[in-house]
């Protein structure tokens, strides 16, 4: 086949069109990459953040020992800092979840944000576990996501294990 000048330009515009395709295509995976590599930095730094200031606050790690092994009732300033610790977890694990779903964070991520809320709702006091009920409950327009429905799960299993 005898190629004329014209067919020639339209085969080598064709070719710079599927480079400059598979240029755009390489060029987005690494703005993916690089997303999921800041979003998860940001994550993670946000709960070393959240534990350098436990371990900078000797009253903090007394207070966090009694969350998680204390009989008695959580009243007044101590209810309050109670609370405040649920919203911490509670707004990350939500952050960490959406940032999942989006495909910003990765599988082993959201496996540890699973770990995380079985670690830090299963080592609570009873009195605590009550808390992380009510705090759980005072965001209900989320009660139907899957952060939530496991942070339940975790709290039901719990309940029906200390009833047992």
């Known amino acids: 086949m005898k190629w004329n000048s014209r067919q020639f330009v339209e085969a080598i515009g064709l070719s710079a069109v599927v480079l400059s395709l598979l240029l755009v295509a390489y060029e987005i995976r690494q703005a993916n ?83 995380n809320i079985e670690g830090a709702i299963g080592r609570s006091s009873p009195e605590m576990r009550a808390i992380w009920r009510t705090s759980i409950d005072s965001f209900p327009s989320l009660a139907n996501t899957e952060i939530f429905q496991y942070a339940n799960g ?9 009833s047992e």
């Open 33 to 115: 990459r690089i997303a999921v590599v800041n979003a998860e930095f940001e994550l993670r730094s946000s709960y070393q953040a959240t534990n350098i200031a436990l371990l900078d606050n000797p009253d903090m790690v007394d207070f966090t020992i009694r969350l998680q092994t204390s009989g008695e009732q959580l009243e007044g300033p101590d209810k309050v800092r109670a609370l405040a610790w649920t919203y911490i977890h509670l707004n990350g694990w939500v952050a960490m979840a959406l940032a999942y779903e989006n495909g910003v964070t990765t599988e082993e991520t959201y496996g540890n944000i699973l770990d």
């Open 154 to 162: 975790v709290l039901d299993r719990l309940e029906t294990a200390g």
